[in-house]
Structures are given as C-alpha cells and as structure tokens.
C-alpha cells in the first residue's frame, strides 16, 4: 500500500509568512473574498522589494524587474506554473496588468541617489495604480479613486520612513504632508486592508520609524471602523 501523498500547499500558505507584521495585521481585516487578492498584491510589493535589496547592481534588479513587467502584461493563461505568487495573482481575473505600474514604480528607485523627485513620484504613483487596480479586481468600481489615493498616503508615508538620502526623505515628507491635508473616503470592507495599511505607515511616520506601542490598536479601529 502506497503512503498518502502530502497536501498541497496553497499560495497563500507559503506566500503570507514573506510578509511584514503590518501587512499580516491590514491582511487580517480582509473578508475572505477580498484575502487571497489582497494578498497577492502585498506579496507582489515585497517580492520587487527584495529584488531591489538583493541586487548588487541596479542593471540585475532591472533585469529581474523587466521579467515581472512582461508577465503581468500578459494573460494569465501565459504564465508558466509553479510560481505560488503568479498562482494567487490569477485571483485578480485579469485586472493584473494595472500592476505593471507597481513594477515601474520600483524600477524608478534603482537610479543613483539623491533620487530626483519624478522618480520617487513614479513610485507613488506605482502603488496608487496598484491599490485602484485592487478595487478592480474586487469589482468595487465606485471606490477607485478612494483606492488610489489611500495607495499615495501609503506610499509616501512608508517610504518617508525607509529613504537613507536625507534630501529625498524631505521631498517625501512634504509631499506626504500635502497629501494628508486633503480630505479621503472611507472604503467598504472589501478595501478596508487598504486603509488599514495607510493608517499604519501614517502612524509609523508620525514616531520617527521607531514604531509605536499604539500599532495593533490602531490596525483594530481602522479594520472594524474604517477610520
């Protein structure tokens, strides 16, 4: 008698523990229609991270980012097997080529430094294409602009607090200061991890990056609030 073969392991499963405590924290507020999607776009955002922290030299990162930028141009069916964060992605239902933003994005900060400021805005505006090709995905066409701006309040506060050049953190700050003057939508529950996420980074920026004792607290009312 043959022994019985091991489970399957699902994308999830092997792609969820990549993620930092803050988006494990904003993924815990996503219904369960919203998760594996949800997912999929964070585990994207920390897959072209790393390329960048692990590559000597920014050609590799492009070279490796070029490959991501092609394939999420492509249709699903194209995409080879195998690849647990291309397997999630297929829960997108062909929104996912709003994510070849999100590449750019990150293509922009491989120059030298100080970055100029028109990358760090295609950077910005890399995660907000990705956050409004979410509400996409999600079928929830009323909050694509609700999306795309918690993706921009996102962006600039996280990398607020992850720049080493001081001159492109000051860039960053005020345009994050900007951006928080200007009135934003709550979003229905599908979305809420979104908000979740930018009240975090907001929160993060606001003590320096050192953190705040406050962080699950505030994960808690803006997961079951919206605010």
């Given amino acids: 008698m043959s022994e019985p073969s091991a489970p ?17 924290l904003a ?27 692990h590559s000597r030299e920014p050609m590799m990162a492009q070279i490796r980012l070029a490959w991501w930028r ?12 195998g690849e647990p964060l291309l397997a999630a ?19 922009a900060l491989t120059g030298e430094a100080p970055l ?8 910005v505006d890399g995660r907000a294409a990705a956050f409004a090709g979410l ?22 506060a996280d990398l607020a607090t992850k720049l080493n050049h001081p001159g492109e953190s000051v860039v960053v700050r005020r345009l994050a200061q900007a951006e928080q003057g200007r009135p934003a939508r709550r979003v229905s529950r599908l979305l809420r991890p979104l908000a979740v996420l930018e009240g975090l980074a907001r929160e993060n920026m ?7 004792a406050r962080t699950v607290l505030k994960a808690m009312r803006i997961g079951l609030l919206g605010r």
């Fill in 8 to 24: 399957e392991s699902r994308p999830e499963d092997l792609l969820l523990p990549a993620l930092p405590q803050t988006m494990r």
């Fill in 27 to 53: 993924l815990a507020y996503a219904p369960s229609r919203a998760r594996l999607p949800t997912l999929a776009l964070l585990a994207l955002d920390q897959r072209l991270a790393g390329l960048l922290r």
């Fill in 70 to 81: 092609e394939t999420l141009a492509r249709d699903a069916s194209e995409w080879p097997e």
């Fill in 89 to 107: 992605l297929r829960s997108w239902n062909g929104a996912h080529t709003a994510l070849v933003a999100l590449v750019d994005g990150w293509e």
């Fill in 116 to 123: 100029a400021p028109s990358a760090l805005e295609e950077m």
């Fill in 135 to 156: 509400a996409h995905a999600l079928g929830r066409e009323g909050e694509v602009d609700a999306a795309r701006t918690l993706g921009r309040r996102w962006a600039l």
């Fill in 206 to 212: 606001a003590s320096g990056g050192q953190g705040s």
